[in-house]
């Protein structure tokens, strides 16, 4: 019997340890107490690592982890692990996505109760400055207010029924949801972001990406009511801290109850001086009922991945360039790229996606399909999608998937076309390799193009009339914009397109100033 070892580098529920102690063919290595040089030096050893967020999956840690077959995050955030890093030692890694579901939850509403009561403060009023001041204290109910949740998944649908039996009308925004998935529950969906910003409360429940960093930033705190609540339990810079700041300071913003940061321990937070203000250090996940079930679940996979049976939530896909032809892996690389792209350039529920590969990369349709996969729904469920769940994910979503494969390619030797249905219409890009190392995007939607999929990108389609380059430069120009590269397509129609490579992150009011001018059919923003 062959024995595999399992190290646990940071504290779990001791059910974690029970769980793998108890198997024949499996020894544990307990490293909590060990410094991080002394885990360096033992490390070497193991075939499964469960760790959490005290340990960083570095190139320092996988450089001595010789032996590592997958690495197990004992909680939700990746932050702390170098997912690439992995992939090119062949090591899977996982997570523990929804063992602190109804943990995170509960916080919330703890929160939302919070900040509609005081009761933090009245607490501290009463016990610290033996105050027994009723008048001071006055709250709001919640029942007949209007709560919008940005981000209606996992966590946001379940605080929507909770805070439903409280009273309270719900507002839902999620682009990537069936909007049934609220309104079957007697609850409002919106596409307008503006309906969430007129609610009484407001509570956040998304993954942390370029689209929802600062989402709740100057400009839409400026557009809430007087006296709004807003709740974050998910991830700090989900609002942007600064202007959070000035709304509580102001009084545009009530109260707020916040559990994340963006750094952490923020034990120095500007925000701690604020009296209207509830704060928690990051204790979402800490309830021993789910601190039990994240290290049970991390156990489980770390026993599956010892004994090769599943890899459960596996955030990576170790690619072995031995195993593959030398062309084949450049172009898995462009279709999730590409499918990325057309996800972030067509922002809404995904309907169908389909592959066509042409050349003889056109054998290897299926695993581009599972790439294309893992690139489009990134966009919407972030680090939960994963090369194992990504066609799970798929059919769960309702998502219709095909490929085709065309032997040969009449203009290309091998080349792939990704075509994306959402909601709001159809995205379609094609893209090849050149010498077998350099990828490029050679259309989107019909119009020719020639660029790398690497950088910030505006698309910008227009009527094809003189004075549009003209025009966007200098909107770019004002708001201190550099532009790295400009690309145009010209198509049928009198329309054209441009692809715009800028130095500078674009926000949504530059886009809205690009977006009003009277030649600009659409435009949207991507980052690779």
């Known amino acids: 019997m062959s024995v595999k070892k399992v190290i646990i580098c940071d504290a779990i529920h001791q059910k974690g340890f029970e769980l793998l102690g108890k198997e024949e063919d499996i020894e544990v290595i307990d490293a909590v107490s060990l410094s991080k040089d002394e885990l360096l030096d033992v490390v ?5 690592a469960i760790t959490r967020s005290p340990t960083a999956i570095d190139d320092k840690f996988l450089k001595a982890a010789k032996n590592l077959k997958a690495v197990v995050r004992a ?3 990746v932050d702390n692990v170098d997912l690439d890093g992995c992939s090119k030692r062949g090591i899977i890694a996982m997570n523990v996505p929804t063992a602190n579901t109804i943990a995170a939850v509960e916080m919330t509403m703890a929160h939302i109760l919070s900040c509609a009561r005081s009761f933090v403060n009245a607490n501290n009023n009463l016990k610290l400055q033996r105050e027994w001041k009723r008048e001071k204290w006055y709250g709001v109910e919640l029942s007949g207010k209007k709560l919008g949740i940005i981000g209606f998944g996992n966590i946001g649908s379940r605080v929507a029924i909770r805070a439903k039996a409280f009273g309270m009308d719900i507002v839902a925004y999620d682009p990537y949801i069936e909007p049934s998935k609220a309104t079957d529950l007697g609850m409002t969906y919106t596409e307008n972001f503006d309906d969430i910003l007129a609610c009484d409360f407001i509570t956040i429940h998304t993954p942390k990406n370029k689209e929802t960093t600062d989402i709740i930033s100057f400009d839409e705190i400026a557009k809430m009511k007087d006296g709004v609540r807003l709740i974050n339990c998910a991830r700090g810079s989900l609002y942007n801290e600064k202007a959070l700041y000035e709304g ?3 009084g545009k913003i009530a109260f707020a109850g916040i559990d994340v940061f963006s750094y952490e321990p ?12 509830s704060v928690t250090p990051h204790l979402g996940a800490n309830t021993y009922e789910s601190q039990e079930k994240i290290a049970t679940q991390a156990a489980e996979c770390a026993l599956n991945a010892a004994r090769g049976i599943t890899y459960a939530n596996a955030l990576n896909l170790p690619i072995k360039a031995e195993d593959l032809p030398q062309n084949v892996v450049p172009y898995l690389e462009l279709t999730q790229k590409m499918s990325y792209f057309c996800a972030q350039i067509n922002r809404s529920q995904i309907k169908s996606i389909k592959i066509k590969a042409e050349g003889d990369v056109s054998q290897y349709a299926k695993s581009l399909l599972t790439f294309s996969l893992v690139g489009a729904l990134k966009e919407s469920v972030g680090d939960n999608i994963n090369y194992v769940n990504a066609n799970y994910v798929a059919k769960e979503k309702n998502i219709e998937t095909t490929f085709e494969e065309i032997p040969n390619s009449s203009s290309y030797h091998n080349k792939v076309t990704i075509t994306l249905t959402t909601n709001k219409g159809v995205t379609s890009m094609g893209g090849t390799v050149f010498d077998d190392v350099e990828q490029r995007i050679v259309n989107i939607n019909g119009f020719g ?3 790398k999929p690497k950088g910030k990108m505006i698309v910008f389609k227009n009527r094809d009339i003189p004075g549009v380059i003209a025009s966007i430069a200098t909107i770019l120009s004002k708001n201190s914009i550099n532009i790295a590269d400009f690309r145009l397509g010209r198509g049928k129609h009198d329309n ?3 692809v715009i490579l800028v130095d500078e992150p674009i926000d949504k ?3 809205s100033e690009l977006n009003s001018l009277d030649a600009c059919l659409w435009v949207s923003y991507a980052i690779l």
């Open 248 to 250: 509580i300071k102001s």
């Open 449 to 451: 193009f020639d660029f």
């Open 266 to 277: 923020a034990t120095d937070h500007p925000l701690l001086d604020l009296d209207n203000i």
């Open 75 to 77: 909680g939700v955030g």
């Open 44 to 48: 070497g050893v193991a075939d499964i």
């Open 509 to 511: 009011k530059i886009l």
């Open 496 to 498: 054209a397109m441009a």
